[in-house]
């Protein structure tokens, strides 16, 4: 099976990420983790190039076809054969994050991305996504370290990624649940955990 977690910069994704994968280790399952952008030679150098060179200008577009250029070789490299394999993966976003963060906070047209999405990943999408939701401000306060690229473009910016989430959401609920993030991280993480155990049972029933 294949889960993500998402949500704005702040609200805890790489941490419940992590989390999750340890517990459903302990239920059995070979998990592989990964990260979107990043986790294969490629995407690494991509997510250099997209979130520490804060001297490169890159236009929003080209932003968007770098972050799907990662996720396709993500897919090839890693997720598609962990599935074929019997494998569970967990990832630190995916290709929700791409259609929010470019089309809805950076004005891109959100069809397109999902279109394009489904070319650079061949059609593979998660069983479901977690989105991890908070107010923006309250999730950039969290971030105490050096903000990268994407970090740093502006609380409008955030709040239109947090509505965007949450648009998202509201359109593909049978994909999509969303997690309040604004409380413990062991109150987060069993939210998590009984969400994915849900899509566990569902999936067990077909």
Excluded at 92 to 97: K, N, P, S
Excluded at 111 to 121: F, P, Y
């Amino acid at each position: 099976m294949f889960f993500s977690i998402d949500g704005g910069d702040g609200t805890g994704k790489s941490t419940q990420a992590a989390l999750l994968s340890e517990w459903l280790r302990g239920r059995g399952h070979d998990v592989v983790a990964c990260r979107d952008p990043g986790s294969t030679p490629l995407g690494e150098a991509v997510r250099g190039l997209l979130l520490d060179r804060h001297d490169l200008a890159i236009d929003r577009r080209s932003e968007m076809l770098l972050y799907m250029a990662a996720r396709a070789q993500l897919v090839e490299e890693v997720i598609r054969p962990a599935l074929a394999a019997g494998r569970t993966v967990v990832s630190d976003r995916y290709l929700l994050a791409n259609v929010v963060y470019q089309g809805h906070g950076g004005g891109l047209d959100v069809e397109t991305l999902w279109e394009v999405g489904r070319v650079a990943t061949g059609g593979l999408m998660p069983d479901l996504t977690v989105v991890l939701d908070m107010p923006a401000e309250a999730a950039a306060a969290r971030l105490e370290r050096q903000l990268d690229r994407m970090e740093q473009q502006g609380d409008a910016f955030h709040a239109r990624v947090r509505e965007g989430f949450l648009a998202e959401a509201a359109r593909d609920q049978s994909r999509i649940v969303v997690v309040n993030a604004a409380r413990s991280m062991a109150e987060v993480q069993a939210d998590i955990q009984a969400a994915v155990q849900r899509e566990i049972g569902a999936q067990a029933m077909k």
